[in-house]
């Protein structure tokens, strides 16, 4: 299930700024997946649970997978990637600065600056992600020039047949945007509210 700022009863906007604490990546290049990188937790995605997330230049987390896409598809797609967190998965340059950290109770990851294909608009976001599978996606600042209009927004299965689709090619995201994605917690684990 998903709910976002705009709608009565959605998230927060809750900005954590790790721009000059987080570890940086390097070595984006137009098209490339860099990682696998340690969450420092067992994050439940889907069927199955992750202790790494390897990430696109073209503004998705992928898991158990490197694969890249320029392209972004209207989702649940079989077509690879899949088993993808996307959010703002279009063709993207790769570059600004990106740094992950572990929170304590959270991971997250800050894309500050990050630019579009066509190189004259910039997008700064995060993704937080939380043991109990709860997902945060946190809209900054967007500049002039940066596209909006083209992008897939969701999360993917490891075999591309469910997903939860958010925005598909439609100027969706906008500043101080918040996101949240929720997945039923298994009984064996301890709700926490993010």
């Known amino acids: 299930v998903w709910i976002d700022s705009d709608e009565e009863g959605g998230p927060a906007y809750q900005w954590v700024d790790i721009s000059s604490t987080g570890t ?17 937790f067992s994050f439940p995605f889907y069927e199955n649970y992750y202790t790494e997330v390897a990430v696109s ?15 972004n598809q209207n989702i649940p797609s079989s ?5 993808v967190l996307a959010w703002f998965w279009n063709d993207l340059t790769g570059g600004g600065n990106v740094r992950y950290q572990n929170m304590g109770d959270r991971w997250i990851i800050q894309f500050n600056n990050y630019p579009d294909l066509s190189g004259t608009g910039t997008i700064t976001a995060q993704v937080h992600l939380f043991p109990t599978g709860h997902i945060r996606i946190y809209y900054n600042n967007i ?30 995201v906008h500043n101080g945007l918040a996101v949240a994605i929720d997945f039923p917690i298994p009984t064996f684990i301890t709700a926490v509210t993010p």
């Open 24 to 40: 940086a990546i390097t070595g984006f290049t137009d098209d490339n997946v860099l990682g696998p990188f340690p969450i420092g």
């Open 57 to 71: 230049s073209n503004g998705y987390l992928i898991f158990g997978s490197t694969t890249s896409a320029y392209s």
């Open 79 to 83: 077509s690879t990637p899949n088993n």
């Open 143 to 172: 500049t002039s020039g940066f596209n909006v209009t083209s992008s897939t927004i969701g999360i993917e299965n490891n075999a591309g047949t469910i997903a939860t689709n958010i925005n598909y090619n439609s100027a969706y």
